[in-house]
Protein backbone atom coordinates (compact mmCIF):
# COMPACT_ATOMS: atom_id res chain seq x y z
CA UNK A 1 0.00 0.00 0.00
CA UNK A 2 1.63 3.35 -1.16
CA UNK A 3 0.93 6.30 1.26
CA UNK A 4 1.41 9.61 0.75
CA UNK A 5 2.09 12.35 3.34
CA UNK A 6 0.97 16.09 2.84
CA UNK A 7 2.85 18.43 5.59
CA UNK A 8 1.68 21.73 6.54
CA UNK A 9 3.24 24.78 6.09
CA UNK A 10 6.31 24.30 8.10
CA UNK A 11 7.49 21.13 5.60
CA UNK A 12 9.44 17.87 6.40
CA UNK A 13 11.85 18.57 8.87
CA UNK A 14 9.02 19.46 10.94
CA UNK A 15 7.42 15.63 10.59
CA UNK A 16 7.73 13.51 13.69
CA UNK A 17 9.54 10.24 13.55
CA UNK A 18 6.76 8.29 14.54
CA UNK A 19 4.66 9.77 11.33
CA UNK A 20 7.49 9.01 9.15
CA UNK A 21 8.20 5.36 10.36
CA UNK A 22 4.83 4.30 10.43
CA UNK A 23 4.83 2.45 7.33
CA UNK A 24 7.76 1.56 5.21
CA UNK A 25 5.98 2.74 1.91
CA UNK A 26 5.83 6.29 2.51
CA UNK A 27 6.25 9.18 -0.01
CA UNK A 28 5.74 12.43 2.03
CA UNK A 29 6.01 15.77 0.31
CA UNK A 30 6.43 19.25 1.49
CA UNK A 31 5.98 22.74 0.15
CA UNK A 32 9.75 22.69 0.00
CA UNK A 33 10.76 20.12 -2.94
CA UNK A 34 13.17 18.59 0.21
CA UNK A 35 15.08 21.73 1.43
CA UNK A 36 15.39 21.77 4.83
CA UNK A 37 13.89 25.27 6.37
CA UNK A 38 13.45 25.91 9.92
CA UNK A 39 11.56 28.92 11.17
CA UNK A 40 11.02 30.81 13.96
CA UNK A 41 6.90 31.25 13.92
CA UNK A 42 4.03 30.20 12.11
CA UNK A 43 3.93 33.53 10.22
CA UNK A 44 7.40 33.52 8.69
CA UNK A 45 6.29 29.47 8.16
CA UNK A 46 3.35 30.64 5.82
CA UNK A 47 5.35 33.92 4.59
CA UNK A 48 7.70 30.84 3.08
CA UNK A 49 5.29 28.55 2.06
CA UNK A 50 3.46 31.16 -0.30
CA UNK A 51 6.68 32.65 -1.67
CA UNK A 52 7.94 29.01 -2.45
CA UNK A 53 5.44 26.87 -3.43
CA UNK A 54 1.76 28.28 -3.00
CA UNK A 55 -1.56 26.42 -2.29
CA UNK A 56 -1.69 25.43 -6.11
CA UNK A 57 1.72 24.41 -6.90
CA UNK A 58 1.37 22.10 -3.85
CA UNK A 59 -1.80 21.14 -5.26
CA UNK A 60 -0.21 20.51 -8.39
CA UNK A 61 2.34 18.69 -7.50
CA UNK A 62 0.46 15.87 -5.31
CA UNK A 63 -1.94 15.63 -7.87
CA UNK A 64 1.29 14.18 -10.01
CA UNK A 65 2.94 12.08 -7.40
CA UNK A 66 -0.81 10.39 -7.07
CA UNK A 67 -1.24 9.59 -10.65
CA UNK A 68 2.60 8.46 -10.89
CA UNK A 69 2.91 6.65 -7.70
CA UNK A 70 -0.36 5.23 -7.96
CA UNK A 71 -1.01 6.22 -4.09
CA UNK A 72 -3.38 4.23 -2.08
CA UNK A 73 -3.65 6.60 0.95
CA UNK A 74 -3.30 10.39 1.22
CA UNK A 75 -3.07 11.97 4.60
CA UNK A 76 -2.79 15.57 4.57
CA UNK A 77 -1.97 18.29 7.79
CA UNK A 78 -3.77 21.54 7.52
CA UNK A 79 -2.60 23.13 4.21
CA UNK A 80 -1.28 19.61 2.76
CA UNK A 81 -4.93 18.68 4.53
CA UNK A 82 -7.33 20.89 1.72
CA UNK A 83 -4.61 19.71 -0.60
CA UNK A 84 -5.86 15.99 -0.27
CA UNK A 85 -9.28 17.21 0.53
CA UNK A 86 -9.51 18.42 -2.94
CA UNK A 87 -7.64 14.91 -4.49
CA UNK A 88 -10.44 13.32 -2.70
CA UNK A 89 -12.91 14.83 -5.21
CA UNK A 90 -10.96 13.26 -8.35
CA UNK A 91 -11.10 9.95 -9.81
CA UNK A 92 -7.31 8.96 -8.87
CA UNK A 93 -7.17 5.39 -9.87
CA UNK A 94 -5.90 3.86 -6.42
CA UNK A 95 -7.19 6.21 -4.22
CA UNK A 96 -8.77 4.65 -1.56
CA UNK A 97 -8.87 6.62 1.32
CA UNK A 98 -8.25 10.23 2.13
CA UNK A 99 -7.05 11.47 5.65
CA UNK A 100 -7.08 15.35 6.69
CA UNK A 101 -5.91 16.83 9.93
CA UNK A 102 -7.15 20.50 10.23
CA UNK A 103 -7.62 21.24 6.70
CA UNK A 104 -8.27 25.21 7.39
CA UNK A 105 -9.11 26.00 3.93
CA UNK A 106 -11.07 23.56 3.17
CA UNK A 107 -13.86 26.46 3.49
CA UNK A 108 -12.99 27.70 0.10
CA UNK A 109 -13.78 23.91 -1.19
CA UNK A 110 -16.81 22.79 0.17
CA UNK A 111 -18.69 22.11 -3.27
CA UNK A 112 -16.54 19.13 -3.68
CA UNK A 113 -17.74 15.22 -3.78
CA UNK A 114 -14.89 13.44 -2.31
CA UNK A 115 -15.05 9.82 -4.42
CA UNK A 116 -13.28 7.75 -1.81
CA UNK A 117 -13.73 7.42 2.14
CA UNK A 118 -12.84 10.37 3.33
CA UNK A 119 -12.39 11.39 7.52
CA UNK A 120 -11.15 15.05 8.56
CA UNK A 121 -10.24 15.68 11.87
CA UNK A 122 -11.22 19.36 12.64
CA UNK A 123 -9.26 21.32 15.69
CA UNK A 124 -11.73 22.55 17.93
CA UNK A 125 -11.09 26.14 16.85
CA UNK A 126 -10.61 28.00 13.79
CA UNK A 127 -10.30 31.50 13.30
CA UNK A 128 -11.28 32.05 9.91
CA UNK A 129 -14.47 29.79 10.29
CA UNK A 130 -16.87 27.75 12.20
CA UNK A 131 -16.01 23.71 12.58
CA UNK A 132 -19.41 23.04 13.81
CA UNK A 133 -20.94 24.57 10.69
CA UNK A 134 -18.62 23.02 8.16
CA UNK A 135 -18.80 19.94 9.70
CA UNK A 136 -22.54 19.88 9.31
CA UNK A 137 -22.37 21.03 5.43
CA UNK A 138 -19.43 18.62 4.80
CA UNK A 139 -21.72 15.66 6.71
CA UNK A 140 -24.30 15.61 4.00
CA UNK A 141 -21.87 14.07 1.49
CA UNK A 142 -20.96 10.96 0.98
CA UNK A 143 -17.82 9.32 2.21
CA UNK A 144 -17.19 11.41 4.83
CA UNK A 145 -16.71 11.24 8.30
CA UNK A 146 -15.75 14.14 10.67
CA UNK A 147 -14.57 14.61 13.61
CA UNK A 148 -14.19 18.19 15.94
CA UNK A 149 -11.33 17.34 18.43
CA UNK A 150 -10.64 18.54 21.47
CA UNK A 151 -7.46 20.39 20.65
CA UNK A 152 -6.23 22.90 18.58
CA UNK A 153 -4.86 23.33 15.54
CA UNK A 154 -1.35 21.58 14.81
CA UNK A 155 -1.36 19.13 17.55
CA UNK A 156 -0.11 16.71 15.48
CA UNK A 157 3.14 18.91 14.70
CA UNK A 158 5.46 18.32 17.63
CA UNK A 159 6.77 22.07 16.55
CA UNK A 160 3.68 23.86 17.12
CA UNK A 161 3.09 25.34 20.22
CA UNK A 162 -0.65 23.25 19.35
CA UNK A 163 0.96 20.14 19.64
CA UNK A 164 -0.61 17.94 22.28
CA UNK A 165 1.54 14.45 23.31
CA UNK A 166 -1.62 12.85 24.35
CA UNK A 167 -3.77 13.67 20.97
CA UNK A 168 -0.88 12.98 18.86
CA UNK A 169 -0.12 8.86 20.49
CA UNK A 170 -4.30 8.56 20.17
CA UNK A 171 -4.54 9.96 16.42
CA UNK A 172 -1.54 8.06 15.59
CA UNK A 173 -3.11 4.52 16.71
CA UNK A 174 -6.40 5.90 14.96
CA UNK A 175 -4.28 6.53 11.85
CA UNK A 176 -3.09 3.18 11.90
CA UNK A 177 -6.19 1.52 12.09
CA UNK A 178 -7.63 3.71 8.98
CA UNK A 179 -4.59 2.98 6.72
CA UNK A 180 -4.62 -0.68 7.51
CA UNK A 181 -8.00 -1.56 8.07
CA UNK A 182 -8.82 -0.74 4.36
Same mark, same amino acid.
Given at each position: ???????????????????????????????????????????????? %?? +????????????????? !? =? &? /??????????????????????????????????????????????????? %?? +????????????????? !? =? &? /???????????????????????????????????????
Amino acid at each position: MKILVLTDIFGKVYLSNELINFTSNLNILDPYEDEKLFFLDEQEAYES %FI +KKCGHEKYFEKALNICK !K =E &N /IDVILGFSAGGTVAWRLASLHLHNLKKVICFYPSLIRKYLQLEPKVNTNIF %FA +KYEKCFDTKQISNILLE !K =E &N /IKVEISIYNHGFMNKKSKNYNNIAFENYLEKLKKMVFNI
